[in-house]
T-cell receptor, first 115, second 113 residues
């Protein structure tokens, strides 16, 4: 099956700890994205990557970090500098952003709760 | 700065009725307007999309109407069903290198049986 997997589905973190969310895709997509979703605030872009070993900040990158060492993988680290990390995190992938009529495919999400 | 404004925030419709969600955009360079559907606890999925060279696109019970002069586009769900209960997001982007999707804030639709 082609698609995007995210793990874990639920994650609990103590304040002051860094945590890493996993995102893997087997769609052979060049672009990958991380979004944060909070009630009533839609989808806010954290980071995105168009090519291996390159990524750009989105609208709310502070307190987050990413890497793109492989085309298939785009892990997100929520650092202790993120002041309010409790949220639903979504990973997506697509053909190159800005291609004609491109579609973003989303994973099932990870719900992070800070205790 | 919200470049894509979506309304209403929430919507309740009776089974068999028509659900209408509206979006307005500011950037006249946008040339791609998708709608995504998200069920609780799941990731969004593309529902239907339109480009500005047509004023309407229909796929089954779902129709996008596009008004270029007013810079507005809307999603119509005909014969709404309880299974349509979900959050709907409109978005916009422009073709070109490294162009991101700009998202509306979403509309929570509940279809009562």
């Amino acid at each position: 099956d082609g698609g995007i997997t995210q793990s874990p589905k639920y994650l609990f973190r103590k304040e002051g700890q860094n945590v890493t969310l996993s995102c893997e895709q087997n769609l052979n997509h060049d672009a990958m994205y991380w979004y944060r979703q909070d009630p009533g605030q839609g989808l806010r872009l954290i980071y995105y990557s168009q090519i291996v070993n390159d990524f750009q900040k989105g609208d709310i990158a502070e307190g987050y970090s990413v890497s793109r060492e492989k085309k298939e993988s785009f892990p997100l680290t929520v650092t202790s500098a993120q002041k309010n990390p409790t949220a639903f995190y979504l990973c997506a992938s697509s053909v190159l952003a800005g291609a004609v009529g491109y579609e973003q495919f989303f994973g099932p999400g990870t719900r992070l709760t800070v205790l | 700065q919200q470049q894509v404004k979506q309304s209403p925030q929430s919507l309740i419709v009776q089974k068999g009725g028509i659900s209408i969600i509206n979006c307005a955009y500011e950037n006249t360079a946008f040339d791609y307007f998708p709608w995504y559907q998200q069920f609780p606890g799941k990731g969004p999925a593309l529902l239907i999309a339109i480009r500005p060279d047509v004023s309407e696109k229909k796929e089954g019970r779902f129709t996008i109407s596009f008004n270029k002069s007013a810079k507005q586009f809307s999603l119509h769900i005909m014969d709404s069903q309880p299974g349509d209960s979900a959050t709907y997001f409109c978005a916009a982007s422009r073709t070109g290198n490294n162009r991101k999707l700009i998202w509306g804030l979403g509309t929570s639709l509940a279809v009562n049986p």
